[in-house]
């Protein structure tokens, strides 16, 4: 009976953990996908053009990269909940300051700054719910990346709706953000850092790190963020400038795709528990394949943007969390670990964007598109190769 009550206590426990990180990840959600249709608007805020305003992609990710990757060395080494919880504030001040310049340099600083408080804060929300959940983490990282989608969902909608009741001006869509992100810090100052259940376990050969291993694991994470970051920062701009849409249109068919990515993730919360992780990612990548390629053929059909737009973020929906899940079971999973695989999405989040930029000005706007359709081919192969691999080493042995 002692050993039954100590058990319920920890699952409710754990529940709170959960909870707690799951708001942090709205958090995320509201802040990353704000980007995308603020992207003109700041443009003729600082005065540049479209080509030169996608460089705040690579600012952010690029402060997402280093925050993301060094954070999870602290992580390692320090406190986890004070680490997220400094990474908040960083955020909260770098989106009230957001709206308030109009120098382009200035700008790249403070989207640098944010970047680096968001890579911080997601590495942390993850590698803790690793520790907290371990071999149970499947659905409850798809749990986790769902109430980012809900964040990521709603923001377009709240932004655009803000900035047209404040006569279009920039600051209230942005500190109705930052007052949207002071519920974080609740759960982060009242529970305990979780501990990594591993730190004190010597690594014998039955849970070897396997560096083929992780280096597919970062090239895939490079390239599912390089999709979904590209497709999600430049949707709206894309239905815009070929009048596909409205400006009200346009932000409605960017949340279309972060809500059907969102509605995906909780879909896949029951079926991570019946399907293994590789032929979960086998469907992901190939239906994101098949609504790619028929934005190619019907590339200013509005029916077929809004169809597309849709069927892509319900097919990239679980990619992360299960990718997450299958390292997890074949790696043991640190702070450093988990920093390298954020590597990975930082470079494609930071990178991709940015190119897709220089296309859409100086190329044209159906090469993003193909670029993006390349981009998911190419993760397919890189998947079928990583499949092979943690086959090869079969899964970690648990004590």
Known sequence: MVSQAQESGNSHKDIYYFFTYGICFFTLGLGLSALGPMLPYLADHVGVSLAQ?????????????????????????????????????????????????????????????????????????NV?????????????????????????FLSPIIVHNVMRMAGGQLTWPYWTLAILFLPTSIGLTTLSSPKNPEEDVREDLSTPIDTRLVALLILLFFLYVSVEGGFGGWIFTYALELNIASETSASYINSVFWGALTLGRLISIPLARKIVPSRLLVGNFLLGIFFLGLILFFPVNPIMVWICSAGLGMALSSVFPTLMALAESHLKITGSITGLFFLGTSLGAMVTPMILGQIFEYIGSFQIMLALFILICLGLAVLVALIFASNSIGEKVRR
């Open 53 to 125: 305003i996608s460089f705040l992609f690579t600012a952010s990710s690029l402060g997402y990269m280093i925050g993301s990757t060094g954070g999870g060395r602290l992580y390692d080494r320090f406190k986890g909940h004070p680490l997220m919880l400094l990474a908040l504030i960083l955020m909260i001040i770098m989106v009230v300051l957001i709206p308030l310049t109009t120098y382009f340099y200035l700008l790249l600083l403070i989207l640098f700054l944010l970047g680096l408080g968001q890579g911080t804060l997601d590495v942390g929300g």
């Open 128 to 152: 803790n719910l690793l520790w907290v959940f371990q071999a149970r983490v499947g659905p409850y990282m798809n749990a986790l990346h769902f109430c980012f989608g809900v964040g990521a």
